[in-house]
């Protein structure tokens, strides 16, 4: 089957948001030398990243028969503005000391205040910039969707989905804080995972791939039918992709995730993962687990023990089971959609990308 080369689109991805960037600190040249505290973290923190939202609305928008073109690139790269306020504005909330190997906005700024001698709270200075640069970047990615070249009806036929991921994505994350505090002890395993599952479905799963997939597909004028069936690729691909995102939380390797081992123990995360860990301890071992939870001092050797509990629950087998069903699930919703090969092609190829990857 063709595909799109979706290297080269990481690329392409890669120059229009470098020319976002420039278009935006073009913008700010009167709030210089302040606003460089701002374009540097912002910058620092766009500079990586797998570019999956990018390369989902830009298939989709391939999707519909339409041609490739540098404006359906630039479209694209407004998903990576988006992600970089979630970003800036979740390390604030989770109190966050690193970011893909390095130092997180507000942290940055917090270092920045010191070393000029600044009056006040050097972590409340840093945790405002980080705020301000978060809503920054969300102001960029409304240019970077207005003014990316294509007509504006194209640009109609998808703002609808546009704004409800914004809207929904927001929403979720407050569903997150709002669930870090419920007490989970008045719950049983089954409203444990419930309840995880409704979070990282408007959290992660449909703002990481459903809603850049269906802009793009309503952009590129996908009939109703397909779009359903992306829909629900969409949705299935993402919930696959969060839980492998939660692996990663406990298991991977700080080299290639950017985050200290164990960062998601440390934070007191309630995921799948979790809820299906407690459900399998024995009560002495599931007291240990849960008094370690949200633990900002966990030493590596803490981090291990729990890691050892968390394989010897069955959490992992369970969560690894439940990403090979989503990612069959994703590859039957494809299969029924009518689309174009290329961008059907590629498709199939970010299953893998999405759920098998190692950070």
């Known amino acids: 089957m063709p595909s799109i080369d979706l290297a080269d689109l990481r690329a392409r991805v890669d120059a229009a948001v470098e020319a976002q960037l420039a278009r935006g600190a073009a913008d700010l040249e009167p709030l210089q030398p302040e606003a460089g505290d701002l374009l540097e973290v912002i910058g620092r923190l766009m500079s990586g990243g797998k570019r999956l939202r990018p390369i989902f609305l830009y298939v989709g928008y391939r999707a519909g028969g339409r041609p490739d073109c540098a404006e359906a690139v630039a479209l694209a790269a407004s998903m990576e503005f988006i992600q970089g306020a ?21 942290r940055t700024l917090e270092a920045r205040h010191q070393d000029r ?95 850049p997939l ?61 809820a299906h860990t407690l459900a399998g301890l024995a009560p002495t071992d599931r007291t240990d687990v849960e008094s370690a939870l949200g633990r900002t001092d966990l030493t590596e050797d803490d981090v291990e023990r729990l890691r050892t509990l968390i394989q010897s629950s069955g959490a992992v087998a369970a969560v690894e089971s439940r990403i090979a069903r989503h990612a069959a699930a994703a590859r039957a919703a494809l299969g029924e959609a009518h689309i174009d090969l290329a961008a059907a092609g590629a498709l199939e190829e970010l299953i893998d990308t999405s759920t098998a990857r190692t950070a």
């Open 214 to 274: 269906l802009i793009g597909a309503d952009a590129g004028g996908v009939d109703a039918a397909s779009r359903d069936a992306l829909a629900r690729y969409g949705l299935d691909l993402g919930l696959g992709f969060q839980l492998r995102d939660d692996l990663l939380g406990v298991f991977g390797d700080p080299e290639v995730t950017g985050k200290p081992a164990g960062d998601d123990l440390r934070e007191g995360k309630r995921t799948i993962l979790l």
């Open 117 to 211: 001698g600044w009056e006040g709270d050097s972590l409340r200075f840093g945790v405002a910039g980080a705020i301000l640069a978060g809503n920054l970047s969300l102001g960029w990615a409304d240019q970077a969707y207005d003014e990316c070249g294509l007509p504006g009806e194209t640009l109609d036929r998808a703002r609808g989905c546009f704004d409800l991921m914004r809207a929904q994505l927001m929403a979720g994350q407050y569903l997150d804080v709002v669930d870090s505090v419920r007490p989970w002890s008045r719950l049983d395993a089954a409203a444990r995972i419930a309840g995880a599952e409704r979070m990282m479905t408007y959290k992660s799963a449909k703002y990481s791939i459903q809603h």
């Open 86 to 106: 979630a970003l800036l504005h979740d390390d604030v909330i989770d109190a966050s000391d690193t970011r893909r190997g390095f130092p997180t906005a507000h």
